[in-house]
T-cell receptor
Framework: AQSVSQHNHHVILSEAASLELGCNYS??????LFWYVQYPGQHLQLLLK??????LVKGIKGFEAEFIKSKFSFNLRKPSVQWSDTAEYFC???????????FGSGTRLQVQP | DGGITQSPKYLFRKEGQNVTLSCEQN?????MYWYRQDPGQGLRLIYY???????QKGDIAEGYSVSREKKESFPLTVTSAQKNPTAFYLC??????????FGQGTRLTVV
């Protein structure tokens, strides 16, 4: 079975602060990893994905994530957040042989101006 | 425009009634999925389909049913057997090995 843990449920930051959201997964084989974002009132959008190659992946809006295989982690980072980054962020994993994504419980990010 | 259309956006149902949520995609994706989103629980997989006329149960399939008669369509029926149906339902589609695209969702409320 595959599972995903997001330990930060609610994060509050001021504008220009740095962001790191944790994501750990459990799966014994090769994985594809994703971060999705859900802005208030909008549909779920893909921020970035890792399939193979360089473990540091860059996504939209200045976000990046690093895959650390030894730690089963795929943390999301942004050097300087903006008020418009206020949203809910979901980490997801799809293991080889699995047919669908498994999501974490999500992290609600609130950026204060 | 290519995308996934879910309808309706809001749906109210009386207890004991079945209700069907629509999901249509024009992305020519083979795979389609239904997830349920509850506060603090993330998205949980209800059903998925890799190909027309075939579908598989996800982690929380009890009380739900689906059909996949056309590539473009993957409707979800919430039956009266679902004990706690009030939730936000998300439909998604993908091609093999790629990220999933999501619809806008349907918020179902049982009254």
């Amino acid at each position: 079975a595959q599972s995903v843990s997001q330990h930060n449920h609610h994060v509050i930051l001021s504008e220009a602060a740095s962001l790191e959201l944790g994501c750990n997964y459990s799966y014994g084989g090769t994985v594809n990893l994703f971060w999705y974002v859900q802005y208030p009132g909008q549909h779920l959008q893909l921020l970035l994905k890792y399939f193979s190659g360089d473990p540091l992946v860059k996504g939209i809006k200045g976000f990046e994530a690093e895959f650390i295989k030894s730690k089963f982690s795929f943390n999301l980072r942004k050097p300087s957040v903006q008020w418009s980054d206020t949203a809910e962020y979901f980490c997801a994993v799809k293991g080889t042989g699995r047919r669908a994504l498994t999501f974490g419980s999500g992290t609600r990010l609130q950026v204060q101006p | 425009d290519g995308g996934i259309t879910q309808s309706p956006k809001y749906l109210f149902r009386k207890e004991g009634q079945n209700v069907t949520l629509s999901c249509e995609q024009n992305l020519n994706h083979d795979a389609m999925y239904w997830y349920r989103q509850d506060p603090g629980q993330g998205l949980r997989l209800i059903y998925y389909s890799q190909i027309v006329n075939d579908f598989q149960k996800g982690d929380i399939a009890e009380g739900y049913s689906v059909s996949r008669e056309k590539k473009e369509s993957f409707p979800l029926t919430v039956t009266s057997a679902q004990k706690n149906p009030t939730a936000f339902y998300l439909c998604a589609s993908s091609i093999e090995g790629a990220a999933a695209f999501f619809g806008q969702g349907t918020r179902l409320t049982v009254v």
